[in-house]
Structure formats: C-alpha cells, structure tokens
C-alpha cells in the first residue's frame, strides 16, 4: 500500500512531487517546494491507516523550533527561502486547510543517508549490540545493558530506502562511498554536534534524546544543509528523565509508544498496517503534545 493511496493531495493548487511516510512535497517553483506535513504515522516503515488527530502542526512546530536553534551549527532549509506560505497558496481557503502544517523550504539535493545518531543503546542497535558486541562496526563495551547510555554519542548511518521497504543500516565507510570521504565526515560531525546541543538542552527539560535521525541536502553552492524535519518526536526517541532506569526498555514521548503496541500484535510487519484503537491514539496525541511542551513551552 503507497502513501499515493491512502488519501488524495491535500494541495490542488500545486503540483504533487513526493509523497513521503509523512510529509508531501509541492512544487511552487523552480527554487521552492511546500512541505506539508501530514497526521499519517509510520511504524516499521508501513503508513498505518490511522491518522493522529494534530500530529502534523506538532512535527512542524517541533522542526521549526529547532531549526532555529540550531542555526549556528549548519544551515537549514528554511533559510534563505524567497517565498511566503501566502506567496504560494493565495486562496486563503486552502492555506487555512494546512497553514499550522506546512512551510515554504528551499529545494536542495537529498543525500542518499539517514544521519542516525545514538547516545543510548536500544532499538536495532540493541540488537546489532546483543549480536555482534558492535553497532554499525564500531566496537562497544562488554556488558552493556538495554536502553544504557552510550560513553559517547555515536554516528551510525542507514541507507535512504524506497517507500515501502527498509531502511539498511550501513558502515560509516560505506557512506563515504557513496557521498565521498569528505562531505561524509562533514555529515557525521554535523550530525554528532546537533545530536549533543539537543540532547542537553532536552535534558534540561526532563527529556531524554536517546536518538535521532537527521537529513541533509546540499545547496545550488554545494552548502551542506540541514533539510525534512528535525528532531522530532518521529524521528527521535524523547524518554522522561525521571522515569528512566538502564536495563528497562523506557517510555516515551514518541511513536516508540505506537511501536511497543504494535508488537503485541499477529502483525508480520508488512502493508497494510492494523488500525489503532481510540485509546491509543488519544494516548498517542498526548505524548507527542506534551514533547512540543517541554521542548518549546508552546501548548
């Protein structure tokens, strides 16, 4: 089951030129693409066919807030942008439909690689850990526990997969590879400084960033730049400080919550996905509400 299929384009006015997991793509010219996030959730890289009533003006104001704070360390997409969301939907009707969704960003050229950083052990780097002692062939220490914090946050890239498969976790050489030695390292010590002023300043706020995955694209001067979205409840694990205890898979503000449900279930983790049952999907609104509180002090 595509993302094409679950609903038509919210945007007439546009034409569609990506539809993601998540976000969709409008072109508004050649320099400018409107991105719209969507209340559609992904889990093991299947749409689920409910929607998360809010979900998207989260990501959105999420992404914003640390776009913005992040600037000194790297630009970011929205920088430099020469149109406004009202430049580029007029008819006031169909920008109200996603105006706390969607913004104007540049267009740049994607790299090929999720930009994964890890300062707690858990997920498939748990399970890579349990396997081999290692986590994307760096070498770990013995006798590390589930959900341990790292003795330093460590780069471990995947593979930018098709819609509907899999992402694939990758060596750092193998990225090199593929992007070149040079923006490959760049790309790592980006990606490792935005992981360590996040995850501070969340800590300060009784969130825990145990990970996240970044984007990157390059700019028509070859500029690395910081591009989808950022540090958000999707793509991150946010754990409450005060709850969380090495050894014990944590909760979460996250869809990890989604993630935890969905593995009690006979489902082979392919398309199409189960729907979610109300209650957790209200549970599911309330974390990711609460993350965009602490985080930003917005209600």
Known sequence: ???????????????????????????????????????????????????????????????????????????????????????????????????????????????????????????????????????????????????DRLPEPIFTPSTKAALGSHDENVSFEQIAAAIGPELAEQVRETSLRLYREAADYALARGIIIADTKFEFGLDQEGQLVLMDEALTPDSSRFWPADQYQPGDNPPSFDKQFVRDYLETLDWNKQPPGPELPPEIVARTVAKYREALERLTGAA
């Open 1 to 147: 089951m595509s993302a094409s299929a679950i609903a038509p384009p919210e945007i007439a006015s546009l034409p569609l030129v990506y539809r993601g997991k998540v976000r969709d793509l409008y072109a508004v010219d050649d320099r400018h693409l409107l991105m719209v996030a969507s209340d559609r959730l992904s889990a093991f890289d299947v749409i689920l066919p409910t929607r998360i009533p809010g979900k998207g003006a989260v990501l959105t104001a999420v992404s914003n807030f640390w776009f913005a704070r992040t600037r000194p360390i790297v630009p970011n997409h929205l920088q430099r942008a020469e149109k406004t969301l009202e430049q580029a939907l007029p008819d006031p009707a169909e920008r109200a439909r996603v105006a706390d969704r969607a913004v104007v960003a540049r267009r740049l050229k994607g790299l090929p690689v999720e930009a994964i950083v890890r300062g707690y052990l858990i997920g498939s780097g748990w399970k890579d850990y349990q396997r081999t002692g290692k986590v994307c062939g760096i070498e770990l220490p013995h006798g590390l526990r589930l959900a």
